[in-house]
């Protein structure tokens, strides 16, 4: 399957929430008027999307119909997809032009980080880069074993330490490892203990203080990973991250499967954080470059 269908079929669910609602309602209604805009924008609000959002898409789509004096509501649909298209714009590159970068993996526990390591070890060492990993999840042995499983799959090294140890000495541990081996980029599991905030908080303030000590120039990309099944709550957690974390970029998981994937809109719209790859899948090729337009096509089937 190509990059482009995966995601296409990732989305089928949210689609049929989204794409096939809006041409019902469309197809109910013969001239624009207020009640369109208003059942236009409750759909939005259902299939996730927000109601901040929402009311903001509709609100854009109302400016531009009396701007450009549409009166046909079946055009209303092509140019939601715009205007959603506009709204998620393109920054999804990881910034990773230090050797070596750093990329830190956060999020709660289940949404989906080891998984995601393992998908992007490989993505990136297909890209040739060579790549270190770092167990800092260090609550359970179990999932210590389970990023060394990714590790044996992608194909790339991994630092460990026993259960309970001190995440921040993982990392020390990996960016030792990774100067030695000349590496381009270290990537670091981490535990997601939201309910203790102080706790992770000083946790990945001192996986913070290691880095910067032992690389002080180094790109960091901090990484959410948000499980898009979740709806709403994902956005609250990604309020909660935002609060303890330099986050430079969205994950967003298990859009495969959920009706909820509008909630890319929302995360972007209302955190000011891009999603830079969804997860679509639990193989290890099912991680794909975040891409709006993409995006924007698989949730409004626009007959094309
Ligand atoms: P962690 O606790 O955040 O490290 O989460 P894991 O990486 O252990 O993943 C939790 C579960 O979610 C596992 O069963 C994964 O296979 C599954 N998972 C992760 N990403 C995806 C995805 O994009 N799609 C689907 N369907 N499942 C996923
Ligand atoms: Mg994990």
New binding site residues.
């Given amino acids: 399957m190509g990059l482009f269908s995966k995601i296409k079929a990732g989305l089928q669910k949210t689609k049929a929430s989204i794409s096939d609602g809006i041409t019902n309602i469309i197809n109910s209604f013969t001239k624009i008027d207020e009640d369109l805009f208003e059942e236009l924008e409750e759909l939005l609000v259902m299939s996730d999307i927000g109601v901040e959002t929402s009311l903001k898409i509709c609100e854009e789509l109302r400016a531009r119909v009396k701007r450009d004096g549409i009166t046909d509501p079946s055009q209303t649909k092509g140019i939601m997809h715009d205007i959603i298209v506009e709204m998620l714009g393109c920054d999804t590159a990881l910034k990773l032009d230090t050797k070596p970068s750093v990329i830190l993996v956060i999020?709660v526990?289940?949404?989906?980080?080891?998984?995601?390591i393992g998908k992007m070890s490989l993505m990136l060492k297909d890209s040739g880069k060579k790549i270190v990993l770092g167990a800092a999840?260090t609550f359970r042995a179990a999932?210590i074993d389970?990023l060394g499983v990714w590790a044996d799959r992608a194909g790339v090294s991994m630092v460990k330490s026993v259960e309970g140890s001190d995440p921040a000495s993982v990392v020390f541990d990996t960016i030792a490892s990774a100067k030695s081996k000349g590496a381009d980029v270290i990537i670091c599991?981490t535990a997601?203990r939201l309910h203790n905030k102080k706790n992770l908080m000083d946790e990945l303030a001192k996986i913070y203080r290691i880095i910067k000590r032992e690389l002080p120039d180094a790109s960091i990309e901090t990484l959410l990973?948000l499980d898009a099944a979740t709806g709403q709550n994902a956005v609250n957690q990604a309020r909660e991250f935002k609060n303890v974390a330099d986050i430079t970029g969205i994950v967003l998981?298990?859009?495969?499967?959920t009706a909820k994937g509008g909630i890319v809109i929302a995360i972007h719209n209302e955190l000011g954080i891009p999603v830079k790859y969804v997860?679509?899948?639990?193989g290890i090729d099912?991680l794909q470059p975040f891409d709006a337009k993409e995006f924007a096509d698989g949730i409004f089937d626009l007959g094309e």
């Fill in positions: 999020g526990n289940g949404v989906g980080k080891t998984t995601t999840d999932a389970q599991d997601g990973v998981t298990k859009l495969d499967g997860g679509v899948g639990e099912d």
